[in-house]
């Protein structure tokens, strides 16, 4: 199966350290360098478009801007890309994001996907108002994305749950396409749910054989419930010319955390009741004094990230071939999409795009090139007006 690649958009700011504000207290990160703000995400959006990426990532949480406000903000700057937009299932009703993924499916011609984040945090989640236990929260986005499915049946669809219970409910029309579900969670209670709705299953950027034993998990479930899923995995990238260029950005990286920050974020990780955090957690041990290599948890996978930013906490380190490599390992054990970042991510996307993908293509593990198919037409141009 050929790769999707798709980029983020920092909606809590972005910088040349690692901004690492996602799932922790303000008063902890250091200050974004490059404010949130409109003109700059679209100079990431557009980009990124350029660059050939399927799509970009819009988080969710109470650190950063609201993904759908966002996105939408950017529709009209673009012209191809695609929006993965992330939400909290717990905090909106499901006949209202049905509707809303609806309205921005229509308003951007098809360019809308969806990622369900349940919320593995539990300070985080009564910020919203949501007092849920952690399986609770899963057994309730098993509701809610059965009522989304029935509302875009496109006749009235009742649902009476544990958690949730509507009656007629409908939208003005059925989103055409339906957007793909992307979905993550490591947990007993995640997995089920995954199999039941997700049509990509997203995990961290584990070692390649960790990821592979949790696919195995997901598509036996899959299996027994009649469905197939496609999987992703959420890294972000220091690419460079040489492997030594990209490990001494990483260096560069580390050496600009201090030991309270690294402390003070740990704590507050170490708390989450996400089984995936945890997995994150333990990959790097909190080791800031290890050196960028000694962060090295499997050839060219840096755990540096995770030492201060909850979530997404590995990096693809090293040459563009280096890291084509370790693509190409994550794609053979079942991976087919890939969902990157870096700092600042503006740079990064071109150091990835530039670099990284041009090797991927020459491997043919890419079946478009919209790079490429506009570089062939402005040449046909060329030859044209002679």
Not at 106 to 115: A, D, E, I, K, M
Request: glycine letters at 10%; one cysteine or more; proline letters at 5%.
């Amino acid at each position: 199966m050929s790769l999707k690649l798709h980029w983020f958009l920092p909606t809590s700011g972005d910088g040349r350290t690692i901004v690492e504000r996602f799932h922790a207290n303000k008063s902890l990160g250091r200050a974004a360098q490059r404010p949130a703000d409109v003109d700059y995400l679209a100079q990431i959006a557009r980009a990124a478009e350029q660059l050939g990426f399927e799509g970009v990532l819009t988080p969710t949480g109470t650190w950063c801007e609201d993904a759908w406000l966002t996105a939408a903000a950017l529709i009209r700057e673009t012209r191809r890309l695609k929006f993965l937009v992330a939400f909290r299932p717990g905090v909106i009703s499901p006949t209202l994001a049905a509707q809303m993924a609806g309205t921005f499916q229509r308003l951007s011609s098809g360019r809308v996907l969806l990622n369900i984040v349940t919320g593995g945090d539990a300070v985080e989640q009564r910020r919203f108002g949501d007092w849920h236990d952690h399986d609770a929260r899963y057994a309730r986005t098993d509701e809610f994305l059965t009522i989304v499915r029935g509302v875009w049946s496109g006749r009235p669809f009742d649902f009476s749950g544990e958690h949730l219970e509507v009656a007629g409910a409908t939208t003005l029309a059925a989103p055409e396409p339906v957007p793909p579900l992307y979905f993550g969670g490591s947990s007993p209670a995640a997995l089920p749910v995954a199999a039941r709705h997700a049509d990509v299953y997203l995990t961290w950027g584990e070692p390649p054989a960790q990821v592979a034993e949790k696919i195995g998990k997901v598509r036996a479930l899959a299996a027994a419930e009649g469905r197939t899923v496609r999987f992703g995995v959420r890294l972000h990238t220091i690419a460079r010319d040489t492997s030594a260029q990209a490990w001494a950005e990483a260096q560069r990286l580390l050496d600009a955390l201090d030991p309270t920050q690294v402390a003070q974020a740990q704590a507050q990780l170490a708390a989450s009741e996400s089984e995936g955090q945890r997995r994150m957690v333990a990959l790097h041990g909190g080791r800031l004094d290890a050196g960028a290599r000694g962060l090295e948890i499997h050839p060219h996978l840096w755990a540096g990230i995770g030492l201060v930013r909850g979530g997404a906490g590995t990096a693809l380190v090293g040459s563009h071939e280096e890291i084509a490599d370790l693509i190409e390992e994550y794609h053979a054990v079942g991976v087919s999409e890939f969902v990157l970042s870096g700092y600042p991510h503006l740079e990064e996307a071109y150091w990835f795009g530039e670099g990284v993908r041009p090797a991927l293509a020459r491997r043919g593990l890419l079946a478009d090139e919209p790079v490429l198919r506009f570089a062939d037409e402005l040449a046909q141009r060329s030859v044209a007006a002679q």
